[in-house]
């Protein structure tokens, strides 16, 4: 056989910003008494775009929202839907672009809170602040305020960049860089939101107070159970939302202290009939939690009609998820038929939904 192939593969990563190159070159040689002659060579080069992903589950609380700041229980399932990030090296600064279906406002009020979440990801991460990144964030979760979405776009960031530059990170620690950026939203955030969206399943949470390991417990369903989430289309400020319920606890302990011991009531009852999958208790004391919220002055006039309306169409329970304010309700409708029913009645008056179901143990 006279004629010879060679290839030749070069895999040459990052020789510029992002992009690598991959040169492959074929050589062809004339082989005529034990010598080879090169004949032709032939090189094709193909940039291939590399990059990091990663995702971040969004959540429903169903028990103890705001109360769990405060050391409190909660309960919170993450749901069917995520925030994804894909993150590639740039020249210089941090760029995103941010493509996620959002409440109207939402990416305008969350901007300066979402750079200097990067900014509190990149020093927990330990890396250097003036690193160029380009990152894109998307994903089926849409940015309505209550949904975890920024825990969620956190954690999918803080997967990305550690792909993109080669850091191999635990789920563990990818919570905790998501708890650091999470204080740029809500402040003094719990914890509870990065939890679900690092870990995904349905969870008991309570915050260590004294700054150890918070109390994490994966709880399990007999079967999953469909749920709706109506948006007020209001966009919130988590943080402003905090500060407000730490602020008139401080100042009205007689009126808050009884309310935080009953919420904790609540969500010890709520994982017990979570536990014995009954569904009416759950419901109830998902009504009661909402009572609860409404007192401590996080509820609005739209979250309770969404609240009120879903009940009236035959949800065995409805609350408000997450900061209040604004953002979103949570609605338990066993069944696809109710499930239909409540959603329809919601939609109906012109405001966003979801359909989730909770206790799906694939997220
Ligand atoms: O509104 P969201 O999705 O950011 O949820 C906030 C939940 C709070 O309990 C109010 C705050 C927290 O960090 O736990």
Known sequence: MPYQVIGVWLDLPNITFALQFKLKIVFFTY?????????????TFQG?????????????????????????????????????????KALKGINVKDERKTAKGYSEEKRLQQIESIERMLKAMGIDPKTGLDIWVGGTLPGFSGLGASAASSVAIARAIAQELSMQISDEKINQIAYEAEKAYAGNPSGIDNTAATYGGLMWFKKDMAGGPDKIEKLHLRRPIEMVIGSTGKVANTKVMVEGVAERKKKN???????????????????????????????????????????????????????????????????????????????????????????????????????????????
Do not use: W
């Open 31 to 43: 082989k005529r008494k034990e010598c080879f002659y090169l004949v032709g060579v032939i090189a």
């Open 48 to 88: 291939a775009t590399v990059m990091g992903k990663g995702s971040g589950y969004g959540k429903v609380i169903l028990f103890g929202e705001h109360f769990v700041v405060h050391g409190g229980p909660g309960i919170v399932s993450a749901i069917d839907s995520t925030t994804d990030a894909e993150v590639k």
């Open 253 to 363: 302990p007689a009126k808050y202290d009884p309310i935080f011991k009953q919420a904790e009531n609540v969500a010890y009852a709520g994982r017990k009939a979570l536990e014995n999958y009954d569904l009416k208790k759950i419901g109830e004391l998902m009504n009661e939690n909402h009572r609860l919220l409404q007192e401590i002055g996080v509820s609005s006039k739209e979250l309770d009609m969404l609240v009120d309306l879903a009940q009236k169409q035959g949800a065995f329970g409805a609350k408000l998820t997450g900061g209040g304010g604004g953002g979103c309700m949570v609605a338990l409708t066993p069944g696809k038929e109710l499930q239909g029913k409540v959603l329809s009645a919601i939609k109906g008056l012109g405001f966003e939904v979801l359909s989730t179901k909770i206790g799906v143990e694939k997220y």
